[in-house]
């Protein structure tokens, strides 16, 4: 699995082998860039980063 973010506060998942994206998360402020993200160690979490917030998405699959 890959992320991708957008300059309009979105985070995509995407399938590493077939390209496919998964979900489209919008949690952050739509007029924020999406800094960082990071799954967790056991993958089951994934977190983003804003100027002004974060985010955490559990089981984000």
């Known amino acids: 699995m890959l992320t991708s973010v957008g300059s309009n506060g979105q985070v995509f ?3 590493s082998v077939t ?3 998964l979900r489209s998360m919008k949690d952050h402020n739509l007029t924020l ?3 960082a993200v990071a799954f967790s160690p056991d993958g089951r979490k994934l977190t983003s980063c804003s100027g002004v917030d974060t985010r ?3 089981q984000p699959r």
């Open 33 to 35: 860039v999406v800094w």
């Open 13 to 15: 998942l995407w399938d």
């Open 56 to 58: 955490t998405y559990r």
């Open 19 to 21: 390209g496919e994206k």
